[in-house]
């Protein structure tokens, strides 16, 4: 079975700051991992994905994440915080073996105080 | 433009009323889910399907249906045995199976049903 840990349900990080979102993932066969961000009342657009290959992935609007297998973690990154970053951001974990469908951690809100 | 929609964006309903909710897409793409969506809790995964009339039960099934009749269309009904179904429900798709590149999920905007 897969699944994903997100830690910290709120994030607040003043603009200009650095954003930093844990995940932690568990799966016994090669994982792929995703960011997702989801403004209020819309759907998940993603910013990121990790397949296969290097393991720094760059995304939209500035983030990155990097797919670290010893620590079964994605975290994701930004470096310096904007207003329009306010947002719930998810992440989610997919396998060969779970034909694929994508399991999602609870979610981490993130606030941007001026 | 390629995309998902879902449809109505609101929904309101009288307890013990079946209601359906639409979810059309034009991405071409095999597989398409249900999830909802609960504050704090994420997204659960209710029924998916990989190709056209045939689906699969999700996480929390129990009191909602679905049918795919052509590959676009996946349309779910919130059933009166669903007994907390208030809620935002989310549509995805992919290109299903089949290797790291297809992996990938795209969403609709997103019906907010709420039951009264």
């Known amino acids: 079975a897969q699944s994903v840990t997100q830690l910290g349900s709120h994030v607040s990080v003043s603009e200009g700051a650095l954003v930093l979102l844990r995940c932690n993932y568990s799966?016994?066969?090669?994982?792929?991992l995703f960011w997702y961000v989801q403004y209020p009342n819309q759907g998940l657009q993603l910013l990121l994905k990790?397949?296969?290959?290097?393991?720094l992935v760059k995304g939209i609007n500035g983030f990155e994440a990097e797919f670290k297998k010893s620590e079964t973690s994605f975290h994701l990154t930004k470096p310096s915080a904007h207003m329009s970053d306010a947002a719930e951001y998810f992440c989610a974990v997919t396998t060969s073996s779970n034909d694929y469908k994508l399991s999602f951690g609870a979610g981490t809100t993130v606030t941007v105080r001026a | 433009d390629g995309g998902i929609t879902q449809s109505p964006k609101y929904l309101f309903r009288k307890e013990g009323q079946n209601v359906t909710l639409s979810c059309e897409q034009n991405?071409?793409?095999?597989?398409m889910y249900w999830y909802r969506q609960d504050p704090g809790q994420g997204l659960r995964l209710i029924y998916y399907s990989q190709i056209v009339n045939d689906f699969q039960k999700g996480d929390i099934a129990e009191g909602y249906s679905v049918s795919r009749e052509k590959k676009e269309s996946f349309p779910l009904t919130v059933t009166s045995a669903q007994k907390n179904p208030t809620a935002f429900y989310l549509c995805a798709s992919s290109m299903g199976s089949g290797g790291a590149g297809n992996t990938e999920a795209f969403f609709g905007q997103g019906t907010r049903l709420t039951v009264v």
């Open positions: 990790y397949t296969t290959g290097a393991t």
């Open positions: 991405l071409n793409h095999d597989a």
């Open positions: 799966s016994s066969v090669p994982p792929y």
